[in-house]
């Protein structure tokens, strides 16, 4: 037993708000890694830094695989590689992110555009 916060199974899915699917599917492609005790799993504080930095690489648009690979990337070569490689990363998310945007943006345009016509034509019916 170690003297570090730890999360059982149960509270690590309640934490993140993830399905028990999810947090299996994290271990199994090697996203984390639990301590077992028999058929009990729990989650020391760099597996919930880990599930933070996963849930915040998702929200960010990142696929699983560009997350493990920078978390694999920390493990084996230390900080400066990591970060440069999360500058890579963040730049072409964020120009996609932005590519979206500007997407949706025009999508709005064209569907206010479209409803003002269909409540001009509605108005013309009356």
Do not use: H, N
């Amino acid at each position: 037993m170690t003297d570090s916060p730890r999360l059982s199974f149960k509270d690590m899915c309640a934490k993140f708000d993830v399905t028990a699917r999810t947090l299996r599917y994290y271990e199994y492609i090697e996203l984390l890694f639990p301590e077992k005790e028999g058929r009990a799993r729990f989650y020391g504080p760099s597996d919930i830094a880990r599930m933070t930095l996963i849930l915040r690489g998702r929200r960010f648009g990142f696929s699983l695989e560009e997350i493990r690979q920078w978390l694999l990337m920390y493990r084996q070569m230390g900080t400066r590689p990591q970060l440069e490689t999360f500058l890579g990363l963040a730049d072409r998310q964020l120009a996609e992110l932005e590519r979206q945007r500007i997407e949706i943006d025009t999508t709005i345009d064209d569907l206010k555009a479209l409803r003002q016509t269909t409540a001009t034509a509605l108005s013309k019916l009356d």
